[in-house]
């Protein structure tokens, strides 16, 4: 079945599979092996959707981090285990948290696909949508328990994972493209995010 990225597989213990890979860029894959003492009862297969996806990579990240020149096991780590395998579960079998993907949110999401987001404000998503400022963080919310303006900055930090990831653009290159032209405040925006700095989070993913 084919992959991407995102893609979670559930294999039982016994069934024969590989991978092959069919694309130029280079795959990133977790696998983790379960010896449990009651069988794990997953689908098969899911997708995480983007918030999943990103608070998984980052927290592996963190995980990479806490583990780097050590040799040792520590609490912190294994609750970043259980909290990437808590998210895994809830995608897999359709319990996931709430997320950005109501309607009005995928809205906001369509406006900054197609107008990009350097010159995207709140106010300005919300006069193009015919709303008060007020009236759009409303019902933002109520469906997705956050603000225009708490959206906008969850999508940035997509693009800018996305293009850390995938581009070799640099690092002032990136912070224009989602509408920082300051490097040093988007090195330190993402470090709030992320607790990475944007070099060493590139680093860490590839």
Not at 32 to 51: C, K, Y
Not at 66 to 83: K, M, P, T, V, W
Not at 115 to 124: D, N, R, S
């Amino acid at each position: 079945m084919p992959v991407g990225r995102g893609t979670v597989l559930v294999i039982p213990p016994g069934q024969e599979h590989r991978f092959e890979k069919t694309r130029p860029v280079r795959p990133i894959c977790l696998a983790i092996d379960f010896d449990t003492v009651e069988p794990v009862t997953w689908e098969n297969q899911a997708v995480l959707g983007s918030r999943d996806l990103a608070l998984v990579e980052r927290w592996l990240v963190a995980l990479h981090e806490q583990h780097r020149g050590r040799d040792d096991f520590s609490i912190q780590s294994a609750a970043l285990i259980l909290r990437i395998l808590a998210r895994l579960e809830g995608a897999v079998n359709g319990n996931p948290e709430k997320s950005m993907e109501g309607p009005v949110a995928s809205v906001v999401r369509s406006l900054a696909t197609r107008q990009g987001l350097a010159e995207l404000t709140p106010g300005g998503v919300a006069s193009v949508l015919g709303r008060t400022l007020d009236h759009l963080n409303r019902q933002l919310r109520a469906e997705a328990g956050t603000t225009t303006g708490g959206l906008l900055n969850r999508l940035r930090l997509d693009e800018a994972s996305r293009r850390l990831r995938e581009s070799e653009q640099s690092i002032g290159e990136i912070a224009a493209a989602i509408g920082m032209d300051d490097q040093n405040y988007f090195a330190r925006w993402f470090r709030r995010q992320t607790g990475q700095t944007p070099t060493r989070w590139r680093a860490a993913m590839r």
